[in-house]
């Protein structure tokens, strides 16, 4: 086994909850059914008052902690916060993570049937959007008879869920956790988003979108996108210090250009090519529009203050120093009109160099901060 089974939740199964009843979505559209696939770790207590929500980022899904199998080597994607006596202790709560409708892990999305057309749903997938997302799981919330989240926890794209959570269901989440996230996005990193799809899409293989009637993977084109997107995820200091200039072989003597291979290509290459291998093209680009697309402010008058004035919940807030995908400016700016609504919250701006990723990594003062306020959680503070 090779897992601590003290350490971890340890042996997980993936459930699935089918809806029937259609859901409306935000482009008009409207889905009849649909499935999300889910975990629980821990045990809900008996008045439902411990549960916790996480909301994954743009390439997360559903298995956030603990093991598949026994042979397992690589376990969920969080779980250095998730399991006993870590930030999100399972002793204590109850935790329920979900793969995002038009995801692709399981969750009905581009790679599902569509039931009118028995074919795969492909580009023809409706757009969903973060509200979308936040209305299927309050759905998932009342199948588990969930009526009031201890908290609600995201980073980056799952910090924007959760602070829609705030917005439109306030009185169902008692505090929300915002990590490495923003009010929106910058023209910047929508610049990065559409560098990735422009990537995706130029792949022959792509196909339009319709690659899976064809038998194919856009893989070149995915792993491009993969790549543009993990360089934003590392900040310049993580890279030299992870990389440098070294090379993985060759020199750099003249004439021997074709051969030189510097250890963060190589880095980057398999970073793609295990992406393309993983997770689908449409979804990539379903996922990265809603990002786009999310501005909490947009429909109260461009005022986040008057859109904070909705929540009821206390809020901590986290950054990293090192982050320039969403820097610590886009964290004070939700912090700002969180105060100038007079709601409750808790700041910090860890000192990290590993960039947007420190959010998934096991930083000291980043788990110290994390566990002190879910602690606060716990006690029903």
Known sequence: MPFDSVNTVGLVHPEVAQFDEPLQLACGRTLSSYELVYETYGTLNDDRSNAVLICHALSGHHHAAGYHSEDDRKPGWWEQCIGPGKPIDTNRFFVVSLNNLGGC???????????????????????????????????????????????????????????RWALEYPD??????????ALRLSAQNIAFNEVARQAIESDPAFAD?????NNEVPTRGLGLARMVGHITYLSDDAMASKFGR??????????????????????????????????????????????????????????????????????????????????????????????????????????????HDAFLLPIPRYIDVFSAYMQRVAEGN
């Open 105 to 163: 892990n399981g969750s009905t999305g581009p790679t599902s049937i569509n039931p009118e057309t028995g074919k795969v749903w492909g580009p023809d997938f409706p757009p969903v959007r973060v509200r979308d997302w936040v209305n299927s799981q309050a759905r998932l919330a009342d199948r588990l008879g969930i009526d009031c989240w201890a908290a609600i926890v995201g980073g980056s794209l799952g910090g924007m869920q959760a602070m």
């Open 172 to 181: 169902r989440l008692r505090h929300c956790v915002v990590i490495a996230s």
């Open 209 to 213: 979108g319709h690659y899976q009637e």
């Open 246 to 355: 070294d090379l993985r072989s060759g020199t750099l003597e003249l004439g021997d250009e074709d051969q030189v291979e510097f250890q963060v290509q190589s880095y980057l290459r398999y970073q793609g090519n295990q992406f393309s291998g993983n997770f689908d093209a449409n979804t990539y680009m379903l996922m990265t529009r809603a990002l786009d697309y999310f501005d909490l402010a947009r429909e109260y008058d461009d005022d986040a203050v008057k859109a904070f004035r909705k929540a009821n919940c206390s809020f901590l807030v986290v950054s990293f120093t090192t982050d320039w995908r969403f820097s610590p400016a886009r964290s004070r700016e939700i912090v700002d009109a969180l105060i100038a609504a007079d709601k409750p919250v808790t700041y910090t701006n860890i000192d990290a160099d590993e960039g």
